[in-house]
């Protein structure tokens, strides 16, 4: 291949660019840009527009420094593997890896509605003033305070068997209750 000057921005090195320049980068590019492609990818996270800025801006690199098209195989991959890195860690350390990502969402942000919990609360409230004393004790002790059957047994003075029935026909009525009101026992 004839050694033509083209017409290009200069290099690192000073010299013209030719086109056997051209096509050593081609070649390096066949030969190194799937596998420098895929290794950059995983540096970047997935991203695949930044990845294709790194993979761009290290061939442009190769291309500058003339050295490196006229390596043997493997020293040339390395090279460019060790620039993309480079660049990488430079993007991250600088302002402009902390850039917007422009999206046509807008992120949610999660934010507490304590409306429901509020009516939620009032409503269990409101039933169990519906239910019998010994019916609200029972809960209370059982689901409120977080006794076992044998702990509010002891608390409310009565067989554990009683307190086992008492919780079981007092969120019967509890959910019928809430039903009534509008409301459900989740």
Request: glycine share 8%.
């Amino acid at each position: 291949m004839s050694s033509t000057v083209l017409d290009a921005p200069a290099r690192e090195g000073g010299g013209d660019v030719r086109a056997d320049d051209d096509e050593l980068l081609r070649i390096l590019h066949v030969q190194h840009g799937g596998a420098l492609w895929s290794y950059v990818v995983g540096l970047t996270n997935g991203d695949r527009a930044q990845a294709q800025d790194v993979v761009q801006e290290t061939m442009l690199r190769a291309w500058r420094n003339p050295k490196v098209l006229e390596q043997a195989s493997g020293s040339a991959r390395g090279w460019l593997f060790t620039v993309a890195k480079r660049i990488v860690i430079d993007e991250w350390r600088t302002a402009r890896s902390r850039r917007e990502r422009v999206t046509d969402e807008v992120p949610e942000r999660p934010t507490t509605d304590e409306a429901d919990a509020t009516v939620d609360r009032h409503l269990v409230m409101a039933a169990l003033q519906r239910l019998s004393p010994e019916h609200r004790a029972v809960l209370h002790e059982c689901y409120f305070r977080g006794s076992s059957v044998a702990q509010a047994a002891r608390a409310l003075g009565v067989p554990p068997g009683t307190v086992k029935s008492r919780t079981h026909y007092a969120m019967r009525a509890l959910k019928l209750a809430l039903e009534e009101m509008g409301g459900t026992l989740r």
